[in-house]
């Protein structure tokens, strides 16, 4: 009796481990995987907080209708904690609610927390009460700014962490920074970053980096425990910015995260287009 009954454990077991759910990167033949098979998205960008929730439904169902298997989303700071420690997740900045929305709609989700996240947005996203502090210095290997990385991390992520896919929700990729070697290249900076994502998210999840073609080598760290994907616009020749990815990336798959097929208008300025 002991030992059907130790047998029947094991079974439960090895059944668990075996039908949790996976998004991996696939090194050796550059594609990822999900759940065991190739797996190829293509995503949508819609901002929640730019967005009233209301709409996040028809939002996500017009991209689904268009062709996208994915929602890809930053994550602004500045608006979940306007003041320090107080932090704000209601209405349109009802995060769970957003991702929860995603799977429903048996979509797949990408983060891009930052911190910093540009985004045509205030200050990239970070608080501006971060420059009353002290020695302040953001998007570097600082004290203070760290400190207040990792205590707003430290409310964010678990908020996410249970709707990752190995949790059996949507999140199969989490952004650490963006487009960082377009302002600096402390690599001991992005690792610190990429430790604390860990520290709260666990390893379970596909994590990756973003820069234009001439901030590779400085915004990633040149590691298999990370991706490297690089953005680029319309007008340009796309082998040559993957080929330049792979000089730096051998293997894995060519992700463009951030492909611009338009841009923004600057005040009193002429309206902007952009070829094909």
Known sequence: MKI???FLILVVALTTATDRPSFVVDWENDRFLKNGKPFQYASAGMHYFRIPYQYWRDR???AKTAGMNTIQTYVAWNQHEPSPGQYNFEGNLNIVKFIKEVAEQDMSLILRVG??????????GLPPWLLAIPGMQVRAQNKPF???????LAEFLPLVKPYLFSNGGPIIMVQVENEYGSFGCDHEYITTLFNMYKKYLGEEVVFFTTDGPGGIKCGSLNTTAILTTIDFGTGGDPGSHFDNLKKFQPHGPHVNSEFYTGWLDHWKSKHSTRGM
């Open 60 to 62: 996500v169902y017009a």
């Open 115 to 124: 911190p910093y996240i540009c985004a045509e947005w205030n200050f990239g």
């Open 4 to 6: 059907s009954f130790l």
């Open 146 to 152: 760290l400190s207040a990385v990792d205590r707003w």
